[in-house]
């Protein structure tokens, strides 16, 4: 799980259901392996970004995926094409 996404559901999750969601939220992706930003995943997010027109964030998101051989899990409707993503539906 890359930090960005840690940052997302915070922010969501304190905005939208307090400060108690917020720490329960972040109690659950502590379950997942953190993978930190280096400079290999920082380029392929800009490669990324600029041939997909991709946000930062998505960009990070995508290009961490990748370097795990993960499958990203999104609700984001913009990589609902992309290989190695099972897109759910909001």
Same mark, same amino acid.
């Given at each position: 799980?890359?930090?960005?996404?840690? !940052?997302?559901?915070?922010? !969501?999750?304190?905005?939208?259901?307090?400060?108690? &969601?917020?720490?329960?939220?972040?109690? &659950?992706?502590?379950?997942?392996?953190?993978?930190?930003?280096?400079? &290999?995943?920082?380029?392929?997010?800009?490669?990324?970004?600029?041939?997909?027109?991709?946000?930062?964030?998505?960009?990070?998101? !995508?290009?961490?995926?990748?370097?795990?051989?993960?499958?990203?899990?999104?609700?984001? @409707?913009?990589?609902?094409?992309?290989?190695?993503?099972?897109?759910? @539906?909001?």
């Amino acid at each position: 799980m890359p930090a960005i996404v840690r !940052y997302e559901v915070g922010r !969501y999750t304190l905005t939208q259901g307090g400060k108690s &969601a917020m720490e329960l939220a972040l109690r &659950a992706l502590s379950r997942f392996e953190f993978i930190p930003m280096d400079e &290999a995943l920082a380029d392929s997010a800009a490669r990324l970004a600029q041939q997909h027109k991709f946000s930062m964030a998505d960009a990070f998101v !995508y290009a961490t995926a990748q370097s795990v051989q993960g499958e990203l899990w999104t609700q984001d @409707r913009h990589f609902a094409t992309f290989p190695q993503v099972k897109f759910f @539906r909001k």
